[in-house]
């Protein structure tokens, strides 16, 4: 049974970091494309930080890029999105999604954490 579960949301101060976590477990996590996606209140869920295969590449957001960084530790089945100098506008919930190949439309997610930048 596939799982995906995120930690390491909560409340932070404009400027502040965050780190999140997302566990899996049920497939080959190595060879999987992990994402970062992130939903705001009445705005579609998008795309924020994607590892390819073994970690070969990663890409980004035009918003958040310099800010966030995605790694993973394939040997621990997790993958992490780090974020630093966070915005206001960056409070969404934020999902883990496992997908076999970057163009499958077949995906997993994780049941999401919510990240909120406010002073």
């Known amino acids: 049974q596939v799982q995906l579960v995120e930690s390491g949301g909560g409340l932070v101060q404009p400027g502040g970091s965050l780190r999140l976590s997302c566990a899996a477990a049920?497939?080959?996590?190595?060879?999987?494309?992990m994402s970062w996606y992130r939903q705001a209140p009445g705005k579609e869920r998008e795309l924020v930080a994607l590892?390819?295969?073994?970690?070969?590449?990663?890409n980004y957001a035009d918003s958040v890029k310099g800010r966030f960084s995605i790694s993973r530790d394939n040997a621990k089945n997790t993958v992490y999105l780090q974020m630093n100098s966070l915005k206001p506008e960056d409070t969404a919930v934020y999902y883990c999604?496992?997908?076999?190949?970057?163009?499958?439309?077949?995906?997993?997610w994780g049941q999401g954490t919510q990240v909120t930048v406010s002073s």
């Open positions: 999604c496992a997908k076999a190949t970057i163009l499958s439309r077949n995906a997993y």
């Open positions: 590892s390819t295969a073994y970690g070969g590449s990663t």
């Open positions: 049920g497939f080959t996590f190595r060879t999987y494309v």
